[in-house]
Nanobody, 126 residues
Framework: QVQLVESGGGLVQAGGSLRLSCAAS????????MGWFRQAPGEEREFVAA????????YYADSLKGRFTISRDNAKNTVYLQMNSLKPEDTAVYYC???????????????????WGQGTQVTVSS
């Protein structure tokens, strides 16, 4: 079983940056991709970004391209989300998750992800 632990959240002013980390506690050899999702108060959880574990191919929500960057460190079993030019509407709980479907069409769909972290709060003040 894989346990995921997110860190790096916090309070930041608009225009600032944060880097989130997601550390996996177990081997991720059968993980196809890792994804970041977020859920704002009163909203549904939404896709943020994903990265294929082996190739490093990245995927982003259209609205976040250019501000957010996902990366991974295979040796550390860790995925990162660099968030720049943060806006108050980026305020949410951010979750990382694993996808083991080995199907590119599942990358954007949260229901295709199985293991989830506990989430880390990101608050952007105006």
């Amino acid at each position: 079983q894989v346990q995921l632990v997110e860190s790096g959240g916090g309070l930041v002013q608009a225009g600032g940056s944060l880097r989130l980390s997601c550390a996996a506690s177990a081997r991720t050899f059968n993980t196809y991709a890792m994804g970041w999702f977020r859920q704002a108060p009163g909203e549904e959880r939404e896709f943020v970004a994903a990265i294929k574990w082996s190739s490093g191919t990245t995927y982003y929500a259209d609205s976040l391209k250019g501000r957010f960057t996902i990366s991974r460190d295979n040796a550390k079993n860790t995925v990162y989300l660099q968030m720049n030019s943060l806006k108050p509407e980026d305020t949410a709980v951010y979750y990382c998750a694993t996808n083991r479907r080995y199907d590119r069409t599942t990358i954007l769909r949260q229901e295709e992800y199985d293991y989830w972290g506990q989430g880390t709060q990101v608050t952007v003040s105006s």
